[in-house]
């Protein structure tokens, strides 16, 4: 058995993904969420896809008497930290909220580690950050001028990250950036149990083949891309959880702070997507054209060959696996 590995935000969607592939890798997991945007029902799902029990913290991740039990109960050796908000739009309207779980949630989180001795991190960046890339595709060296206050979020914690890296060299510190986390858990028991009317294209594609949505909305037709609507580097939820355990065994033998792209290195238009759906689930996605949305770009994709080399881990899964899996959980019930 390797080391114990404390996910935060273990019962949300990606976590989720990595807390299976960390146990399959041999790690033990341990979750930690305060089920902001998820439930405790997924810990008996990931208990049975892991194979082993996967004991839990319910617990805010700015908490840190809360933090320092957890270190002082598990023999934690390392944490990924996905805990979060994510809702891009939904943070223009509460900024304080939103620095104060990320932003102040990190803090709180590297305060107990350092007090813990506990000095490896990965931490859930986004392609937010760069927001309208100058160059396709977009590498690492790319300017961050994050469009949105999700995006800037992202990037505090960031700065902050490598700043904690050059003043202690005891730090071992992955800072991924997720282009389009999609699909879900080949399984079927796992994936995004979304509150609402889905923002993000797949799983909205989901509630639409399932009648659950009329149409969706394509937002701008007239893009200056191929076919006239947004292009976007479409990750699968399970490639990007091999990522988190390819970089903890990265970050097993390396010091200071690596920032890495974690995408599959081409774009799909919205068009190709809905016609990939299509052909998952054979049924008829309605669609209407509508004006572009807010703060959109037209076009992104990873440049992942720094994640490649230094990882030895690439994206295998395409985009009609990415389509096949989400409709899969959608047709066991999308929820838990
Ligand atoms: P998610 O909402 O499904 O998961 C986040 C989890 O964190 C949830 O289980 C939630 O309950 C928990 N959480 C929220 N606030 C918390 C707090 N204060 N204390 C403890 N737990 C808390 O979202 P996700 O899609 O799984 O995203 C995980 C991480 O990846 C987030 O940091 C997100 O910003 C980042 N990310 C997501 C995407 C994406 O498209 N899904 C893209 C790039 C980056
Ligand atoms: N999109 C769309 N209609 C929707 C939701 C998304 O046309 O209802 C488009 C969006 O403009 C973008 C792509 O689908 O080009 C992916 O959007 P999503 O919100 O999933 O991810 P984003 O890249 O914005 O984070």
């Known amino acids: 058995m390797k080391e114990t590995i404390l996910v935060t935000g273990g019962a949300g969607y990606i976590g989720s993904h990595i807390v299976v592939e960390l146990a399959r890798a041999g790690y033990a997991p341990v979750v930690l969420d305060n089920f902001a945007n998820s439930t405790p029902a997924v810990m008996s799902r990931l208990q049975a896809l892991a194979g082993r029990p996967v004991p839990l913290v319910t617990a805010d991740v700015r908490d840190a008497v809360a933090l320092r039990s957890a270190f002082h109960d598990h023999p934690i050796a390392a944490v990924v930290h996905c805990a979060g908000l994510k809702a891009v739009g ?52 790319a300017a961050l001028r994050p469009h949105n206050v999700y995006g800037r979020t992202k990037r505090v914690v960031e700065d902050f990250l490598r700043d904690l890296a050059h003043a202690n060299a005891n730090w071992r510190i992955a800072i991924l950036r997720y282009f389009n986390p999609a699909g879900a858990h080949s399984s079927g028991m796992l994936g995004e149990a979304s509150r609402g009317r889905p923002n993000n294209l797949v799983p909205l594609l989901c509630k639409i083949a399932a009648g659950e949505l009329a149409e969706v909305a394509i937002y701008g037709g007239d893009w200056p891309t191929p076919d006239g609507t947004g292009i976007r580097d479409y990750l699968h939820v399970q490639d990007l959880a091999e990522g988190h355990v390819a970089a903890l065994s990265y970050l097993a033998a390396a010091t200071g702070a690596i920032t890495l792209n974690l995408g599959a290195g081409s774009g799909h238009s919205v068009l190709e997507v809905i016609a990939a759906f299509e052909a998952s689930c054979g049924r008829k996605i309605t669609r209407v054209m509508s004006p572009r949305r807010p703060g959109d770009v037209a076009c992104y994709y990873a440049d992942p060959a720094r994640a490649e080399a230094i990882l030895d881990w690439r994206a295998k899964r395409d985009l009609g696996t990415i389509c096949a899996d989400a409709w899969r959980w959608q047709k066991n019930g999308g929820r838990y």
């Open 90 to 141: 939904e943070a223009e309207g509460r900024p304080l909220a939103y620095y104060d779980v990320n932003v102040g949630g990190a803090i709180a989180l590297a305060e107990v580690m350092g007090e813990a001795g506990v000095a490896t991190l990965v931490f859930s960046s986004s392609a937010t950050v760069y927001g309208q890339p100058d160059d396709l595709p977009v590498t690492e060296d």
